[in-house]
């Protein structure tokens, strides 16, 4: 029964799917503006980089898409993207911050003694070099962002882990159709790890 669950199981992939895809392409996007206040002079604005930071890496994910649903009373899907881009933006963060100290200090004399302003610099010189640095540490985000993608569940978006939740309480084949959940799990996860190898060998 339970491999044959497959196919409804599935119709929650495109829900797990969207919420991995935007919540990732927005932390990589606070992620970034995260690390560019790090290392900014304003002591406020670097400050501030590090509290949130280390707020959001010490909640867990659960609490925080409680704290977003249920406390500030959002949508399902919206406060799911909310509280997986925020989240998942501090430790983008620090992948960007360590990527952006391993590339050679000469890089940034080369690029400022030629009279480039420091936003071209970061944009033209150091940020797709340290991009490619970067890749391994945020393809893991990545696939635990997609894992922890089935905690919406929780509150009520329909991904593939409320589906699997709804056909076990309907047949009571909870072992089963868990187990089925795990194994569909790893292989999408085996495909992006799959994926990000593909691109690391293409960018070098």
């Not at 829900?15 to 392409?25: E, K, P």
């Not at 994910?61 to 249920?70: G, K, S």
């Not at 050679?104 to 003694?113: I, K, L, M, T, V």
């Not at 919406?152 to 409320?162: G, K, L, N, P, R």
């Amino acid at each position: 029964m339970a491999f044959h669950s497959i196919p409804k199981i599935l119709a929650g992939f495109p829900m797990s799917l969207y919420l991995t895809a935007i919540s990732f392409i927005g932390a990589l996007i606070l992620g970034l503006f995260l690390t560019l206040a790090q290392m900014s002079r304003f002591k406020l604005l670097h400050w501030s980089a590090r509290a949130f930071i280390s707020f959001m890496r010490g909640v867990p994910m659960l609490v925080l898409l409680f704290i977003i649903y249920f406390g500030f009373g959002a949508n399902a899907l919206p406060a799911a993207v909310i509280a997986f881009t925020i989240n998942c933006s501090a430790f983008v963060s620090e992948v960007f911050r360590s990527s952006f100290s391993a590339v050679d200090r000469g890089q940034w004399e080369a690029a400022y003694s030629l009279g480039l302003p420091y936003r071209t610099v970061i944009a033209k010189v150091i940020f797709p070099q340290a991009f490619r640095i970067a890749i391994p540490a945020l393809g893991n985000i990545l696939l635990d962002l997609f894992k922890s993608t089935s905690l919406a569940a929780m509150i009520t978006v329909s991904e593939m882990f409320m589906d699997a939740k709804i056909i076990a309480g309907a047949y009571q084949d909870y072992m089963s159709i868990y187990i089925v959940m795990a194994i569909i799990y790893w292989f999408f996860c085996w495909l992006m790890t799959v994926g990000q190898t593909q691109l690391e060998h293409a960018l070098t």
